[in-house]
């Protein structure tokens, strides 16, 4: 850097508390250490940042300018002497995590507005993927932690933590459809229904379902789609139908349902999560149901 950053300092300090005197006790300085650092600043410059003819030094049109590059400056450097204390951490430079469809927004808002906070610097990725996709994910390395509904089996090398919170599934048509009329719905009747059914990459074929025929998608926001435009009947997460549907969906009375459903966070044992994706699991870990 061309100017030291005492300077720098020193003539911030001396624009915001209002004189050298009142710069020199917040830095711990003396008076003369900061007059005298400013004038430093003002010869390297090439112009003068403050009007010392008055009680106090008053900023010049030049300095007002000035000023607005300095603060820039200083904030930069702060960020990167973070930087290089949490890379002498072992701090990952990025950080991947899949969450599910329905693990409702609101569980995560206020993680990730923490977690920006916490790791400023850091690349974060975050995408969408259910069940076996999220699994698959983690053993490519291709992301580092996964948010999805309890797996009735895992690898080996997936770790997993079950969550606090859960997802609230139930079952929905478009409103115009005539199951809708009923005060209950039957199994059987569903079945000669469309079904619209989550199928992830990873899954494979599914079973057919006796009776109607069957449509697959990897989200549960497609399949939210495809319901609202009357193709079949689906399972989907009560939170996203009220914030992202289009009230065109209505919720089926059938046995058994709704259901709630289990959550987990995932992570590969071969390539576990750094300083950063542990904090964001202590939190998801410790997450209460909003």
Same mark, same amino acid.
């Given at each position: 850097?061309?100017?030291?950053?005492?300077?720098?300092?020193?003539?911030?300090?001396?624009?915001?508390?209002?004189? =050298?005197?009142?710069?020199?006790?917040?830095?711990?300085?003396?008076?003369?250490?900061? +007059?005298?650092?400013?004038?430093?600043?003002?010869?390297?410059?090439?112009?003068?940042?403050?009007?010392?003819? #008055?009680?106090?030094? %008053?900023?010049?049109?030049?300095?007002?300018?000035?000023?607005?590059?300095?603060?820039?400056?200083?904030?930069?450097?702060?960020?990167?002497?973070? !930087?290089?204390?949490?890379?002498?951490?072992?701090?990952?430079?990025?950080? +991947?995590?899949?969450?599910?469809?329905?693990?409702?927004?609101?569980?995560?808002?206020?993680?990730?507005?923490? =977690? &920006?906070?916490?790791?400023?610097?850091?690349?974060?990725?975050?995408?969408?993927?259910?069940?076996?996709? %999220?699994?698959?994910?983690?053993?490519?390395?291709?992301?580092?932690?996964?948010?999805?509904? %309890?797996?009735?089996?895992?690898?080996?090398?997936?770790?997993? +933590?079950?969550?606090?919170?859960?997802?609230?599934?139930?079952?929905?048509?478009?409103?115009?459809?005539?199951?809708?009329?009923?005060?209950?719905?039957?199994?059987?009747? !569903?079945?000669?229904?469309? /079904? !619209?059914?989550?199928?992830?990459?990873?899954?494979?074929?599914?079973?057919?379902?006796?009776?109607?025929?069957?449509? +697959?998608?990897?989200?549960?926001?497609?399949?939210?789609?495809?319901?609202? /435009?009357? =193709? #079949?009947?689906?399972?989907?997460?009560?939170?996203?139908?009220? /914030?992202?549907?289009? /009230?065109?969906?209505?919720?089926?009375?059938?046995?058994?349902?709704?259901?709630?459903? &289990?959550?987990?966070? %995932?992570?590969?044992?071969?390539?576990?999560? #750094?300083?950063?994706?542990?904090?964001?699991?202590?939190? !998801?870990? &410790?997450?209460?149901?909003?």
């Amino acid at each position: 850097m061309r100017y030291s950053p005492e300077s720098l300092l020193a003539f911030v300090q001396t624009v915001d508390k209002g004189s =050298f005197s009142a710069a020199a006790r917040a830095l711990g300085k003396s008076q003369s250490t900061i +007059s005298a650092a400013v004038a430093n600043l003002e010869d390297d410059l090439g112009f003068r940042l403050l009007d010392r003819g #008055g009680r106090q030094p %008053v900023l010049t049109a030049q300095g007002e300018h000035a000023l607005r590059q300095i603060r820039e400056i200083l904030a930069a450097s702060e960020r990167l002497d973070e !930087l290089a204390m949490r890379m002498a951490e072992g701090v990952e430079p990025r950080l +991947s995590m899949a969450i599910s469809d329905f693990w409702q927004a609101d569980h995560h808002e206020q993680l990730l507005r923490k =977690f &920006a906070a916490r790791y400023p610097d850091i690349d974060f990725d975050c995408m969408i993927a259910e069940d076996a996709d %999220v699994i698959d994910l983690l053993q490519k390395g291709r992301i580092h932690i996964g948010v999805i509904r %309890v797996q009735p089996h895992y690898p080996a090398d997936i770790a997993t +933590s079950r969550l606090q919170v859960e997802a609230q599934m139930a079952i929905f048509i478009r409103h115009d459809h005539p199951l809708t009329r009923q005060a209950e719905v039957s199994q059987s009747e !569903l079945d000669l229904v469309r /079904q !619209l059914r989550l199928n992830t990459w990873g899954q494979g074929p599914t079973p057919q379902p006796s009776g109607g025929n069957s449509w +697959s998608a990897p989200s549960y926001l497609l399949l939210l789609e495809m319901a609202e /435009q009357g =193709f #079949g009947w689906t399972i989907l997460p009560r939170w996203m139908v009220e /914030q992202f549907g289009h /009230q065109l969906l209505t919720e089926l009375r059938v046995p058994g349902w709704p259901q709630r459903i &289990a959550v987990d966070a %995932v992570w590969s044992t071969r390539t576990p999560p #750094g300083p950063a994706g542990r904090w964001i699991l202590d939190r !998801l870990i &410790a997450q209460h149901p909003a």
